[in-house]
């Protein structure tokens, strides 16, 4: 459901540049800081870049991007 808000000109304006740096439309970067927001939220003993690395490998694992561990010693 989309739903329209009124967000401050220098909010936009400071997000254009991180959208356009990170190759996101203006709204998917507000979506992008809104979720990574409410992960850290939840989530206070986690550091970004954890939370920010976590996203990339559940991305890439959905995608097929990544192949399962297979252990090759027997455990004692």
């Not at 329209?4 to 970067?29: I, N």
């Not at 690395?53 to 297979?70: D, F």
């Amino acid at each position: 459901m989309a739903t329209s808000v009124r967000l401050d000109d220098g909010f936009v304006t400071h997000a254009k540049v991180y959208a356009e740096a990170e190759s996101r439309s203006v709204p998917k970067q507000i979506e992008y800081w809104a979720k990574i927001g409410k992960i850290m939220i939840d989530n206070p003993d986690l550091s970004y870049q954890f939370v920010h690395e976590s996203l990339l490998a559940t991305e890439e694992m959905n995608r097929g991007l990544v192949k399962p561990y297979v252990r090759r010693t027997k455990r004692s």
